[in-house]
Antibody, heavy 122, light 108 residues
Framework: QVQLQESGPGLVKPSQTLSLTCTVSGGSISSSGYYWSWIRQHPGKGLEWIGYISYTGSTYYNPSLKSRLTISVDTSKNQFSLKLTSVTAADTAVYYC??????????????WGQGTLVTVSS | EIVLTQSPATLSLSPGERATFSCRASQSVSSYSLAWYQQKPGQAPRLLIYGTASRATGIPDRFSGGGSGTDFTLTISRLEPEDLAVYYCQQSGKSPGTFGPGTKVEIK
């Protein structure tokens, strides 16, 4: 059974870069057909899709974040990562990594990490 | 971007009662592209229903989905205490996949 685990700093200063890594276990990130995604949830609020990457490196970014966002994949480590630059308090959220069903059903998530809270504050 | 609205915001019911949630889309959504997730307190969301009416692996048959076009529903036929959660609808047919604001289920 595939499991995902987020890691990274829980506190980031305003204007700096938020960096998170998701480690995939119990399966290969190179499994064809899946996309590897980041989704966030502002405190007490709903869910917002950030973006996804395939194991080949093709990406989709939410247009609202695109100018600040980079998602990358490291198949040798079975990991994928998120970098969000120039963060503000509005980027404070629980960040989830997730597996979505890929080209057959993009944006449909069947497996989630436990989530990690990132707070943007000086 | 497709905007989803959900009603009611909160539902307070007793165990054994029937719970029905509504999800309305700002434009038509393919029946293949409507999903429901359950998020229990302190946990990540979990896929319940995909393709409007198909239950995900391990989901009990008291959960059912329906609808078409812009109006979709999730029904829990007999509420159990462990169903305390927020339920989100999501459309995955047009990018970015957007979620509704959620319906919170409280158990009396």
């Amino acid at each position: 059974q595939v499991q995902l685990q987020e890691s990274g700093p829980g506190l980031v200063k305003p204007s700096q870069t938020l960096s998170l890594t998701c480690t995939v276990s119990g399966g290969s990130i190179s499994s064809s057909g899946y996309y590897w995604s980041w989704i966030r949830q502002h405190p007490g609020k709903g869910l917002e899709w950030i973006g996804y990457i395939s194991y080949t490196g093709s990406t989709y970014y939410n247009p609202s974040l695109k100018s600040r966002l980079t998602i990358s994949v490291d198949t040798s480590k079975n990991q994928f990562s998120l970098k969000l630059t120039s963060v503000t308090a509005a980027d404070t959220a629980v960040y989830y990594c997730a597996r979505d069903m890929g080209a057959a059903a993009p944006f449909l998530v069947d497996c989630w990490g436990q989530g990690t809270l990132v707070t943007v504050s000086s | 971007e497709i905007v989803l609205t959900q009603s009611p915001a909160t539902l307070s019911l007793s165990p054994g009662e029937r719970a029905t949630f509504s999800c309305r889309a700002s434009q038509s959504v393919s029946s293949y592209s409507l999903a429901w997730y359950q998020q229990k307190p302190g946990q990540a969301p979990r896929l319940l229903i995909y393709g409007t009416a198909s239950r995900a692996t391990g989901i009990p048959d008291r959960f059912s989905g329906g609808g078409s076009g812009t109006d979709f529903t999730l029904t829990i036929s007999r509420l159990e205490p462990e169903d305390l959660a927020v339920y989100y609808c999501q459309q995955s047919g047009k990018s970015p996949g957007t979620f509704g604001p959620g319906t919170k289920v409280e158990i009396k």
